[in-house]
Structure formats: C-alpha cells, structure tokens
T-cell receptor, first 117, second 114 residues
Framework: AQKITQTQPGMFVQEKEAVTLDCTYDTSDPSYGLFWYKQPSSGEMIFLIYQGSYDQQNATEGRYSLNFQKARKSANLVISASQLGDSAMYFCATGRGTGGGADGLTFGKGTHLIIQP | DTGVSQNPRHKITKRGQNVTFRCDPI?????LYWYRQTLGQGPEFLTYFQNEAQLEKSRLLSDRFSAERPKGSFSTLEIQRTEQGDSAMYLCASSLVGGEDTQYFGPGTRLTVL
C-alpha cells in the first residue's frame, strides 16, 4: 500500500517569496513516481512536476522544483518567486512503476496555498 | 491538442436515481482513469482502463458503481441508486503508457445528490 502525508493544511506567503510545500511518502514498491498537481478553485487538477524514484537529479519545471530526498522519503515542492496566480490547492501523489502513473495514483490531503500581495 | 473533457460538468439528482458521466481522454492516450474527490480530500482512485480492457475495478466503491470504455476511446461511469454520500467531484484522467505516462486530468463532474 502507498501513503502520502502532507502536513501543512494551509499556508500564507507573500508575493515574490519562495515557498516549500512538504510531502512525505511511504511505499513498498521498489520503483515509483512522485507527482505534484495544482487544483485551482475551478476544480481541474493541473500536472506540475514528476520525479522518478531512480532519478538522480531533482526535477525542475520552470518555477517549480522537486526536492527529492529518497532516504527521508520526502518529495517537497519548491515554488520560486511566487505569484498571485499560484494560490490554489496543491496535491502530492505517488504511483507504482517507473513512470509512476501506470496504475492509480495515491494522493495526499493537499495544502491550500494563498499568495498575498 | 485538446485535453481531457468531461460531461456534464455539474449534475444534480435525487436520491435513488441513476447517473452517468462521460469522459473523453486525450486522443492518443491508451489509459483512462476514474477518481472520486470529496470535500477536503485528495482524489481517490476508482478504476482504470487500458484501451477497452478494465484492468482494475476492485477499488470501485460498491456494486452500484460501474464503468465502461467500449471502443477504447471515451468512457462512462455509472452510479445506480444514488445516495447522498455519493455527492462528490468525479475526475477522469488519461495517460500514454510507454510514453510520458503522466496522468492528465479533466475538469471533473460535480455530483450533488439531494
């Protein structure tokens, strides 16, 4: 079984500051993927970034980076230079296999991020 | 390149009625997933298809829930004899196995059971 823990129910951050959203995971699968999704108030889940368990380097996508610490089983999302449009729910998820998404994903409960001007 | 689409976006029904939701995946994607999301929670996996084959359905919430993907393209999720506890957002996602494999989600169908 897989489990995702997101310990920050909500966060307030000043615009243009960097923000780190925490995620720890638990899985017995030797090969897995870690994902972050953004869910604005409209409801759609928007894919942000992916990290494979065998990837040596931390993933980056524009202003998003994933701080992957395998020994600690953590996969924190870092957003640099936050913008008002970053206000949303953020979900960490994991899945089995090298691609991670080949079967169902297991999601955490999410972090509600609010960017203040 | 269009994304995943879902219809209807909102559905209000009375307890005991049957409802059906439709999902159209990204055109070249061969895997299709259904999730349920209740208020304050992350999405919960229900079932998935590879082409027309339903490869996992043990996570469907009860025998009132069923899903089909008859021609390996669009999929439908049906809930029979709806209950108030079925009120939730139903999300569909698709991916390309053998390719990027990332799941891309549609906008969801919000179900309200009165």
């Amino acid at each position: 079984a897989q489990k995702i823990t997101q310990t920050q129910p909500g966060m307030f951050v000043q615009e243009k500051e960097a923000v780190t959203l925490d995620c720890t995971y638990d899985t017995s699968d030797p090969s897995y993927g870690l994902f972050w999704y953004k869910q604005p108030s409209s409801g759609e889940m928007i894919f942000l970034i992916y990290q494979g368990s065998y990837d040596q380097q931390n993933a980056t996508e524009g202003r998003y980076s994933l701080n992957f610490q395998k020994a600690r089983k953590s996969a924190n999302l870092v957003i640099s230079a936050s913008q008002l449009g970053d206000s949303a729910m953020y979900f960490c998820a994991t899945g089995r296999g090298t691609g991670g998404g080949a079967d169902g994903l297991t999601f955490g409960k999410g972090t509600h991020l609010i960017i203040q001007p | 390149d269009t994304g995943v689409s879902q219809n209807p976006r909102h559905k209000i029904t009375k307890r005991g009625q049957n409802v059906t939701f439709r999902c159209d995946p990204i055109s070249e994607h061969n895997r299709l997933y259904w999730y349920r999301q209740t208020l304050g929670q992350g999405p919960e996996f229900l079932t998935y298809f590879q082409n027309e084959a339903q490869l996992e359905k043990s996570r469907l919430l009860s025998d009132r829930f069923s899903a089909e993907r008859p021609k390996g393209s669009f999929s439908t999720l049906e809930i029979q004899r709806t209950e108030q506890g079925d009120s939730a957002m139903y999300l569909c996602a698709s991916s390309l196995v053998g390719g990027e494999d990332t799941q891309y989600f549609g906008p969801g169908t919000r179900l309200t059971v009165l």
